[in-house]
């Protein structure tokens, strides 16, 4: 019986270090997504990062925030909608989408992010425009 109670304190202590473990790790990746904003495009090409090459639809461009003299070309993020960019009813899908960064939006770019019109309406009615969004390197 004694060494059953032994057991079961071994098992109920590594329990208690695994949900610790796992609890940080999840503030760990909560911590690391960035804020902005997303808007959506419509023309491709010809792009900053791969001229005329086609790099399908699952794409966006970086506003000055992250384009880093290019340093972000052919980098993906993941990007998650948290809510429309102004007041209005809640544009947001579950889910995110993952996309490659394949452009530099100009200066005055209106988001963060400026997302194929595929991207964007996987994760946002195209209605709104303009969303705040969860970003994260992948």
């Known amino acids: 019986m004694e060494r059953l109670i032994v057991r079961n304190r071994e098992t109920g202590i590594e329990m208690k270090a695994f949900l610790i473990i796992s609890m940080a790790m999840s503030l760990i990746s909560v911590a690391f997504a960035a804020t902005g904003t997303a808007t959506y495009y419509t023309t491709y090409v010809p792009s900053a990062c791969n001229g005329y090459q086609n790099d399908g639809d699952m794409i966006a461009a970086a506003s000055n925030v992250l384009w880093n003299n290019g340093a972000v070309c052919n980098k993906y993020y993941r990007i998650t909608c948290t ?56």
Do not use: R, W
């Open 83 to 138: 809510g429309l960019a102004y007041q209005g009813a809640n544009p947001c899908k579950s889910g995110s989408v993952v996309v490659k960064i394949v452009d530099h939006c100009p200066t005055g770019c209106a988001g963060t992010i400026d997302l194929s019109e595929q991207a964007f309406a996987k994760i946002a009615n195209t209605a709104a425009g303009k969303i705040n969004i969860q970003y994260t390197p992948v």
